[in-house]
Structure formats: C-alpha cells, structure tokens
C-alpha cells in the first residue's frame, strides 16, 4: 500500500462518530450551513476527501495530539476532546467538541494552510467558536499552530447577534431537512 493511500484510507474511513442525523446537528456544518455548502439535499452524502485535504487533516491532527501528549505530560489541568451537547428545542441538538478546556478557558486549535490576518480570526472559525462560547461559557481561544511547532492564541469575542444568527439558520436548515425527509 502506498502512503497516499493510507492517508486517503484513514482520513475517509467510516466512522460512526461523527454521524448525521435529522435534528442532530454539529458545531462545525454551522459554517458550511451558512455558506450553502451543506445543504438539506447533500447532508447525508459523505464526499471523500482529496489527497492534498487528508494531508490537511493529518497535519492538523498531529499537531493537536502532540499538543495533548505535552498537556498529558507535563500534567497540565485539561480535558481535550469533550463532548457537550445543547438542546436547542424539542427536536434540535447542537453537539460541540472541544479541543482543549481548562478550568477558565477553551482552545479550539487550528492549523490554516492559507495565511490569516494578525490577531484576527477567520470567518470560517467563528460560527464554531461562538457553539463552543455557548457550550460551556468559558473563554475560548482560537489556538493557531504554526511551523516550527508554535501555538498562537486569539481570544475570540462572544456576539449574541451571531449566537441568534446561528439559531435562526439553524431551526430554518432543519425544517428545510425535515421537509426533504417528508416528500422524500
């Protein structure tokens, strides 16, 4: 088996942890909701990922869980990977999974493959970040990594207007879903 094809092969397993569902919604399709990326029609298509994309992933992985293993080590207060889920109404949970959370605060980690602007966080990341803020309201931080192994945190500012925002987008999606499902 060639690396490629491992790469590809672990990245675009099936796994059932991160399964869709209609009324069960992850933090991270709220961005790909709102930019039309992820629409009721494709939401249970699974579209594997390109070589240069698991490459992404992977680097991204790698870095995190050496981040964990130093944490883990150095017997640093932290819980990496929890899973909290917010009831959003009768029919609608939004699961959030956190990096990294400390007693006071939250690191979502990152590692962009395109430049970002100083101290700003991309567009891409916030709807995520706000899901975390609303999980546990705690401080969250955008960790950045960076070659050489680097982690640059950007404080990520809580905005009601966007929390209401992302409830409207996301009751709206799921009644959209549930009415595909219907006429199915």
Same mark, same amino acid.
């Given at each position: 088996?060639?690396?490629?094809?491992?790469?590809?092969?672990?990245?675009?397993?099936?796994?059932?942890?991160? &399964?869709?569902?209609?009324?069960?919604?992850?933090?991270?399709?709220?961005?790909?909701?709102?930019?039309?990326?992820?629409?009721?029609?494709?939401?249970?298509?699974?579209?594997?990922?390109?070589?240069?994309?698991?490459?992404?992933?992977?680097?991204?992985?790698?870095?995190?869980?050496?981040?964990?293993?130093?944490?883990?080590?150095?017997?640093?207060?932290?819980?990496?990977?929890?899973?909290?889920?917010?009831?959003?109404?009768?029919?609608?949970?939004?699961?959030?999974?956190?990096?990294?959370?400390?007693?006071?605060?939250?690191?979502?980690?990152?590692?962009?493959?395109?430049?970002?602007?100083?101290?700003?966080?991309?567009?891409?990341?916030?709807?995520?970040?706000?899901?975390?803020?609303?999980?546990?309201?705690?401080?969250?931080?955008?960790?950045?990594?960076?070659?050489?192994?680097?982690?640059?945190?950007?404080?990520?500012?809580?905005?009601?207007?966007?929390?209401?925002?992302?409830?409207?987008?996301?009751?709206?999606?799921?009644?959209?879903?549930?009415?595909?499902? &219907?006429?199915?």
């Amino acid at each position: 088996m060639r690396i490629s094809e491992l790469l590809s092969n672990y990245v675009n397993r099936d796994s059932d942890e991160h &399964k869709r569902a209609v009324g069960r919604y992850w933090a991270t399709d709220i961005g790909p909701i709102m930019k039309g990326y992820l629409t009721p029609e494709n939401f249970f298509e699974r579209k594997p990922i390109d070589l240069m994309g698991c490459r992404m992933v992977l680097t991204g992985i790698c870095f995190e869980d050496m981040l964990k293993k130093m944490f883990e080590t150095l017997r640093v207060d932290c819980e990496s990977q929890i899973k909290k889920e917010i009831k959003i109404d009768d029919e609608i949970t939004l699961v959030v999974k956190t990096d990294f959370v400390f007693k006071d605060f939250v690191i979502e980690t990152k590692f962009p493959f395109s430049m970002i602007r100083e101290n700003t966080i991309p567009d891409r990341y916030v709807s995520q970040l706000e899901c975390e803020y609303r999980s546990l309201y705690k401080r969250v931080y955008l960790g950045v990594f960076s070659v050489p192994f680097d982690l640059k945190l950007i404080e990520y500012i809580p905005s009601q207007r966007r929390w209401n925002t992302i409830l409207r987008v996301l009751k709206d999606f799921h009644q959209k879903l549930k009415q595909l499902q &219907k006429n199915g």
